[in-house]
Each structure stands twice: as structure tokens, then as C-alpha cells.
């Protein structure tokens, strides 16, 4: 399995923007389908986004579309999550996670290897 670490959460007010990083090592990250989920206080963890291999195909939570963009960079072994125009309902521990994969992967139950987390508050 990968090994993951998440980064660049924090405390930011409604409208700023934070870029999440999510370090790989073990293995190289080209052939793994990537995703980003998040879980709120007293929720379920939800699907944020998800990229495939190659950066060609990338799905998102309809309540992120637009602010939202999740990229890769396959040569450094890292993917990142910017986030735009936050708001509220966005605070959450987010999660990187990662998948022998070449297809889009969604499904949290598809994923194998999780990051620990990294706390995004955003206040009003």
C-alpha cells in the first residue's frame, strides 16, 4: 500500500481559498486513482473529489463544482485539492485516499489506502 499525508488545512474565513496537498510514498502514485473525502462532526465521511491516473478524468460532489479543483502531480507523487470561495458547510477533516487503479473511483469503500486527516475550519 501507499502511505499518505495530508497537509494545508487551517482556519480561514467564508470566500478564502486553501490548497490541500496529499504526500504519497511507497509507491509511485501514477498507476493509483486518487480521491479526496471530507466528514464533518457527527456525519458520515463524503466523496469531495476523485482524479484518475493520467489527470484526464476528474468527478466532484455537486456541492463543490465550480470552487473546487482536484489535480496531481504524478512526478512528485503528490495531489493537491484547491479550494475556492469556502464556505461554513465546507468544514471538515479532510482526507486523501488512494487506489490501484486507471479507472475514476467515487466510492469510499473502493479506496484501500487513507491519509490521517487535515482539519479545515471555515467560519462565517
Known amino acids: 500500500q501507499v502511505q499518505l499525508v495530508e497537509s494545508g488545512g487551517g482556519l480561514v474565513q467564508a470566500g478564502d481559498s486553501l490548497r490541500l496537498s496529499c504526500a504519497a510514498s511507497g509507491r509511485a502514485l501514477s498507476v493509483y486513482a486518487m480521491g479526496w473525502f471530507r466528514q464533518a462532526p457527527g456525519k458520515e465521511r463524503e466523496f469531495v473529489a476523485a482524479?484518475?491516473?493520467?489527470?484526464?478524468?476528474?468527478y466532484y460532489t455537486a456541492s463543490v463544482k465550480g470552487r473546487f479543483t482536484i489535480s496531481r502531480d504524478n512526478a512528485k507523487n503528490m495531489v493537491y485539492l484547491q479550494m475556492n470561495s469556502l464556505k461554513p458547510e465546507d468544514t471538515a477533516v479532510y482526507f486523501c485516499?488512494?487506489?490501484?487503479?486507471?479507472?475514476?473511483?467515487?466510492?469510499?469503500?473502493?479506496?484501500?489506502?487513507w491519509g490521517q486527516g487535515t482539519q479545515v475550519t471555515v467560519s462565517s
Open positions: 482524479i484518475n491516473w493520467s489527470e484526464s478524468n476528474t
Open positions: 485516499a488512494a487506489h490501484l487503479s486507471l479507472r475514476l473511483l467515487i466510492d469510499a469503500r473502493e479506496y484501500d489506502s
